[in-house]
């Protein structure tokens, strides 16, 4: 199913706002994914590392067990990148899903004017918007206004505040809060069914 591009926005400065809002959404969504596949990491090692240790006086652990007629049959465990990018496929679909975002990607809007973009990016943020808000809860990691000053002292965490501009020495540092940043404090995604393939973002569809 394509996007209907002919729809045209009242004013222009609309659309060319709609257009911003969508290259900030596609960024946006680039840092989900990234943030995803590792909290799905962490978690997964986390779990590992959890585990006890089997003594020294325990009796060994077949690496194939026998099934009830004798054969061996090994069981294939899931690794920690086989379920990050299984979660990452889920976040496309549902995006697809409500946004039709994959569809939007997959148009040549080099032969759209602005206008017929701007319509259609106003169908993806909604559906984009939707989505997030359902899943996700996600806040600024400071909470002052962009363009404040801003104070970072001696051990700041580097993996949430990213220092530009003229970098010189060490810590504190003082300047001007360009981004706040965002940090999700909640994810959940619908567990899959059964027999559920992740790599079909969209099943197709035939019209009897």
Known sequence: MKIDLNLIPTTFDAIHAALAMTVAGLFFLLILLLILALLTFLRRKNTTDSMPELSATAAPVSETPSASNGSSIPEKPVQAPEIAAGSALQLLALLQQEARFVDFLQENVAVYSDQEIGAAARVVHDGCVKIVR???????????????????????????????????????????????????????????????????????????
């Open 134 to 208: 359902k899943h996700f809860d996600i806040r600024p990691v400071y909470e002052q206004s962009e363009g404040s000053s801003i104070t970072l002292p001696p051990g700041f965490d580097a993996s949430s505040t990213r220092l530009i501009g003229n970098v010189v020495g060490h810590a504190p540092f003082t300047g001007t809060l360009v981004h706040r940043g965002y940090r999700a404090t909640r994810c959940e995604l619908p567990h899959l069914t059964a027999g559920h393939d992740p790599h079909i973002i969209a099943a197709a569809e035939v019209e009897l």
